[in-house]
């Protein structure tokens, strides 16, 4: 069991292994302890390895890592894209000169959320391929520590830069302000201090500005992922949804494993029939889920379906991807489909209300029962489920405010309409809303103020709220408007909680459900 645990999330035990190598130098930086603080850890985490093979993409390639875990005996795979904007750190190498058998270590953000897949795939922003004996490399944000520069993983100090190579990520030449920018720092001797000590024989400057954000190149994995497996378990939460517990077969391993499938009321079911609540133990079921969210890693891993399929014939095939306009048709992102006509395709918002909006650019639900052989397939849909996408964060400033319904928690509602202000926030009435959702609404004539769930406490005309105690920003201040109190419709996010409230093809919408938004 514990050899199959380490084979399904190999990517969390490299990250852990790497890690690992790390707790000495941080141990000794933070007075012999290893401190649980974020900024105590660095910005980027490396993978290494040695490729098996190189498939070009678009500007840039895929690299297929063999990785051997030297403290198990063991090995694995790992996906590496890299791109046109990769800092390659060896003189002389290049992108196009990679080749199998080469040695590489690739750095990536750490932030950036990872899709749980295998073979983990990581987006390298910092490249070494073949590096000598004498070639050592630190990628981290460094700022000022007295009159050095220390990474903020207490992995490198640097003593001096005099007659050292400073450039930016596109090579040419940087002459500013180094302390707070994520650096990429090649040297080849140091102290044996902890942390050690050196003069870099290069620097190169990812970012030009602290509040600019480092151009890490774009993986090349579809919006939607998909996990399938077996449901064995089926646990009622008490926010009204449905936790499955799916048992998975990996065939190329011959191996079992468990998963987490979070259901929600809004998540579409795409077999005609099917709901959530008609799902049994022993159903067969596929999840799809917004990859470009953040997942805890955690095992068995967990997952918002925003669709989900249950026995599905064998004539039935989905697609779950953002749709762009592509010559006569619409082609996935992911290139996995092409639609070239939706006559006699049943198109549906992802509430099951008729849809008859524009579909590029849009994040759809595509069920169809044949396609063509060609690469990608081509098909004509039976159903076309549309997603709120990623770009409906915001409501639009062509709101149609005095016919937009509310649907809080899958109910219309009666609610004053809601207006804009700057021609970007959308104002929406507080109390119908918050007791549509079951939350207490009290208010306080002598301070004008509002207190919601007995938990939130905000004020007509301030623009910070508190939760729990402590101070919220709100994107706008609340305002008084015919004896009602209207607030930024944000705020049902940002301190209620809410799991969405956004503007979707002229209705407002406030839930629980299966997060929309990345």
Known sequence: MYRMLRTLVVFALSMCMLLSTMIPAFAEVNGGLLSDSPDAL??????SGTVTEVEERGDGVL???????ADTDERGVAHINVGKDTVLTVAGSELD??????VVVAWYYAHSPMILIYPPQYNAVVLTVNPPDDHFVVVDTFVIEGTHLLSKGGLLTVVSTNGVEVVKQDGTPFSGELSGLDLVVTYAVSTRSIPPQTTPSRIVVLQSDPSEPVEVPIGLLPAYQSVSGNVVDIIERADGGTLLVLEQFFSETNQTGTAHVNVYYNTVFTVSGSSEKAIAVGDDVTAWYNARLPMPMIYPPRYNAVALAVNKPDDHFVVVDTFFDSE??????????????????????YNGLSYSGILSGRDLVVVYSASTRSIPPQTTPSHIFVLPGVLEKEPRSDLPTASAPYFVNDKVIDAAPAFIIDDTFVMVPLRAIAEAAGLEVLWDADTAGVTVGGTINLWVGN????VNGSSVE???????????TYVPLSFFRTAVGMSNAYYFEGEIVVNNGVPMEG
Not at 63 to 69: P, T
């Open 463 to 466: 623009p910070v709220c508190m």
């Open 42 to 47: 660095p910005s980027y985490l490396s993978v």
């Open 328 to 349: 006569s048709f619409l082609l996935s992102e992911g290139n996995s489909l092409a639609i070239v006509s939706t006559v006699g395709t049943e198109i549906l918002r």
């Open 63 to 69: 690299l297929v890592l063999d990785v051997a875990f």
């Open 97 to 102: 000169s990679i080749a199998v058998g080469d």
């Open 474 to 484: 709100l994107t706008k201040t609340p305002v008084l408007v015919n004896s009602l």
